[in-house]
Structure formats: C-alpha cells, structure tokens
C-alpha cells in the first residue's frame, strides 16, 4: 500500500485543517507503516503560484506548514514528507501527460470553474492545468491510494482517467505504466464549520480571526474564540437529530465529537438539556487540552529553518529515488529518446 497526499503551504493552519486532514494523515502514516508500506505527503508549492502569490511568503509558509506537519504527528522517519519544487519529476510528468489529457475534461472541473469565476480569460493557465498536476503527483509514485475530500474526488477520478487513457494507447495490458489510485475518503473526517457562521467552512481566507481555531492560538485566545462562538438560544437537544437546522450548534457539538472520539450522540447524551453557557467551557477546556502540545512543538520548530529544511532536503531525495523509474517508463511509453 502507498499513500500520497499533498496540502498547499497557505499558512496559518487551523482547527478545520487539522480534524479534517492531518490528524487522519497521522493515522494513515502508523497504520501504513504497521503493514509495511509507504505514506508520502508533499507541500504542493508548485499548486500555489497557479494563483496570484508573494514569494517570500510562499517560502515561509511551505517552512511554517512542515513544522505544522511535525508538530501534529507527522513522523519524517516513518512517512516521506517534501515539498513539490525540489522533486522536478512532477512537473516533468506533468508534462508528459498533457498530451493525454483532454480539454473537455479539464473544463468540467468544478474547482476551475469556482477559482476562475467569471475571469476565465484572465485566469493563469497553471489553475486549468492545475489537475493534470494533480494527477502526476500520485502517478509518478505509483500510488495505490489517495485520502481525498468529497471537493477532491472529481480530480482523481481525473488522474484515473488519464491513467488509463495513457496505459490504453502507450502500454500492454499486462505492463501498464501506471497504477490507477483508489481513494480513501475516512468516515471519521470531520467538516469544520466557522464559529461565525456555521454554513461556512473554516477557513484561513475569513477576514475574521475569530471565524477559526488557529493552531498557533494560545489557550487564553482558543477559550475566548469559543466563548464568542455564534450559538442560539436553545439549549442543546438529547439526540442528533435535535440538531437539524442549528447549523451552529451542530458545528460545536460535531468538534467536541471529533476531538473526544466520541459519537454526536454520545455527547448529546452528557450534554442534552443544558444551555451554551456550560457547553463552551467544556468544549474550550478539550481544544486546549488537544491542541497545547501540538502549539508548544509547533513554535519550538518554527524557528529552526535548518532543521525544516534539511527535512524537506531529506524527505525530496527519497521521493525523488521513487519518481525516477516512473518517468523513465513514461518517457520510453512515449518514444522519447533521451541521452
């Protein structure tokens, strides 16, 4: 089994990124290892400039998420950790299976459409061509799955598609160049919504700082962000169901859930009945009580940029050793001499 999955160095990591990613990452990364085999996960630097972008924060952040990596469990020694710019194979794969993919499939792309908005002439061609990247991250590593989110299954249904399109028309049935990845899509990830409105995703874009738990937030300011959590009026129901149509509370009760392993309904049963007003101490106190160790060791490494980076020098050459026989077999599939 090998695991790829990459998340793009905006900085500023928070709570919806963390119970909805990393921490399943984590798991990920133990579980493959118990069993033998490989999880790798990259800081996709090359995804962000697809964007307008400000260079020296792209260095910063890429630094700043691998010591959030670290700091909420990702092991070096046990998972492959780099960033995208120091392994050139995925550009070149990238490349090479431009001639594969198609302009019609690239145009049904929801997230293009979203991201370009009404400005598709004005939009860089890197956000067009942004899933044909996609797919050579986990094709070049012959990657058997890929932990996505429901926004990310249409692209790898994408990588997928031109797997086989690639394997059809420049391979034998019996040697494909290509592995074709199955998702993992884990039934415990949770949907973090923003304390400010609970039909928003949490997210670092919020003009609002109080709209998210950030990981680098102290105690103090992770109790007051709770505190001031938009809630209603009514005390929390006994059952799950009861939640229907409070998109707020549901946020809250759905983060202490994810937090304690506990079901919703589990929660509910301690809690039902009571108000806001003894729900959010409680859910303040487990944030801290989570979050305080992956703080302290977050700003312990932030500050060691030789230490973040001889990680990402290490965690490249191993992800490079696994790409070059990969686009070796693309190159020669396609006819391509080379020296």
């Keep these: 089994m090998r695991i790829v999955s990459g ?13 909805g990613a990393i921490r399943n990452w984590v798991k990920m990364q133990d579980d493959v290892a118990a069993g033998g085999g490989q999880s790798l996960y990259f800081l996709a630097d090359l995804h962000a400039i697809s964007m307008p972008h400000v260079p020296a924060e792209l260095a910063a ?8 990596l670290v700091a ?8 492959i950790l780099f960033n995208q710019a120091q392994v050139p194979q995925h550009a070149e794969l990238q490349w090479l299976l431009n001639g594969t993919a198609r302009m019609g499939w690239l145009n049904r792309m929801t997230q293009w459409k979203d991201k370009a908005g009404k400005n598709r002439e004005g939009a860089s061609i890197a956000l067009f061509t942004y899933p044909v990247l996609q797919a050579a991250d986990v094709l ?3 990657a058997t799955h890929v932990p996505v989110g429901e926004d990310q299954k249409q692209h790898l249904e994408l990588a997928r598609d031109i797997a086989q399109k690639f394997n059809n028309d420049f391979a034998s049935e019996d040697a494909p160049v290509f592995t074709l990845p199955d998702p993992i899509i884990p039934p415990e990830a949770a949907r973090i919504m923003s304390l400010r409105d609970g039909s928003a995703k949490m997210s670092k874009s919020d003009p609002s700082d109080m709209s998210r738990i950030n990981l680098t937030d102290d105690a103090d300011t992770i109790m007051q962000k709770v505190k001031k959590a938009k809630t209603d009026p009514e005390p929390l129901p006994s059952e799950k169901a009861g939640l229907e149509g409070r998109p707020e509370a549901a946020n809250l009760v759905g983060i202490f859930a994810a937090l304690s392993g506990l079901s919703v309904d589990s929660v509910l049963a301690d809690f039902g009945g009571e108000g806001f007003g003894k729900f959010k101490p409680a859910l303040g106190e487990l944030l801290v009580s989570k979050l305080a160790p992956i703080n302290a060791r977050f700003v312990e490494l932030k500050g060691d940029t030789s230490a973040l980076d001889a990680i990402l020098r290490a965690g490249a050459a191993k992800a490079r050793e696994l790409a070059v026989p990969t686009l070796d077999k693309t190159y020669a599939a396609l006819g391509l001499v080379r020296g």
């Design 7 to 19: 998340i793009q160095p905006t900085g500023n990591l928070h709570l919806g990124n963390y119970l």
């Design 61 to 68: 952040n890429t630094r700043e998420m691998v010591a959030a």
């Design 72 to 79: 909420c469990g990702i092991n070096p020694d046990k998972s």
């Design 140 to 142: 070049l590593y012959q």
